[in-house]
């Protein structure tokens, strides 16, 4: 006589233990019912926040809330991953990180949060390369020339960086360690380094491709390589770093993350969101005036990335002896 009810205490405490995962499940199906912050780590009209308004605008017209970008600019993107460390970890509040974030964790001795255990990836955005070029001083005009220029010109070859441990700096320092060459570092204050390069007081330099192209349309620099694993449409005709250097790869990537324990239904549907976002021909054609290549990843390889990035970057910090800008 005692089995129904038994069994009926059974089905209840199943049904009970079944309403976590159904109440998130239909959370998720309601989400966003409100507007959501995307962070952005760094002051406005850079490429991240380009990034950043061009996902959120996007983002909005899919899912009917506005994504509002929130610049919180400092200690090199940290600042921004702090606020959303602290944040609720409901999905209202995002970063748009990026390469930044994995040079940092090597960058500095102390953060106030750990990004690879505090954050969760959500989705990838794009991959944007730099443009190794030179002035036309240099006789190289090709990538190996210009390495055997430089093993026979020890430290007389200045390189450029917008200042120490930015990408640009980074991107040098792998080259010099992976083609075995001794150039002068010579960090600039930001917009500086152009000023130096055109005039010949800097011979090299890793720029972003968006404000080097037109250097090197003109001829006023001359571009060797793009550091992405593939030829940039923007500069097809340049060849890639890794033709002469196999295994060389430096880019500026974009994503967005969330706090950690953001329900893994809200973090599936803003990268299902997001990469069918990034699929759309108009969307490609918007990036790719960017000189940027869309990265549509699943959580849990944007989350490889990130981690690969710390490692490598790490390594790299250690070799430079880079300190945080």
Known sequence: MKLPHRRQFLHLAAAAAALPA????????????????????????????????????????????????????????????????RAP???????????????NAALYDKLNFDFTHDIAPVASIVRVPYVMEVHPSVPAKSLPEFIAYAKAN????????????????????????MAGVDLFHVPYRGAQVFPALLAGDAHVYFGPLLSSIEYVRTGKLRALAVTTATRSPIL?????????????????WFGLCAPKATPAEIVDKLNKEINASLAEPKIKARFAD?????????????????????????????????KAY
């Open 22 to 85: 159904v109440s998130r499940i239909a959370w998720a199906q309601t989400y966003p019912s409100r507007p959501v912050r995307i962070i952005v780590g760094f002051a406005p009209a850079g490429g991240t926040d380009i990034v950043a308004r061009l996902i959120g605008q996007w983002l909005s017209e899919r899912l009917g809330q506005q994504f509002v970008i929130e610049n919180r600019p400092g200690g090199s993107g940290n600042v921004g991953v702090e606020a959303v460390v």
């Open 89 to 103: 970890a409901d999905g209202y509040t995002l970063l748009l990180c990026g390469t930044p974030n994995a040079t």
């Open 154 to 177: 020890p430290r007389k070859l200045n390189i450029a960086s917008p200042g120490n441990g930015t990408g640009s700096h980074l991107a040098g320092e792998l080259f010099k360690m």
């Open 236 to 252: 097809p005709d340049v060849p890639v770093l890794s033709e002469t250097l196999p295994g060389y790869e430096a880019s500026n």
């Open 290 to 322: 960017l000189g940027a290549a869309v990265l549509a990843l699943s959580p849990a390889d944007f989350g490889r990335l990130i981690a690969e990035e710390i490692e490598k970057w790490g390594k790299v910090v250690k070799f430079s002896g880079a």
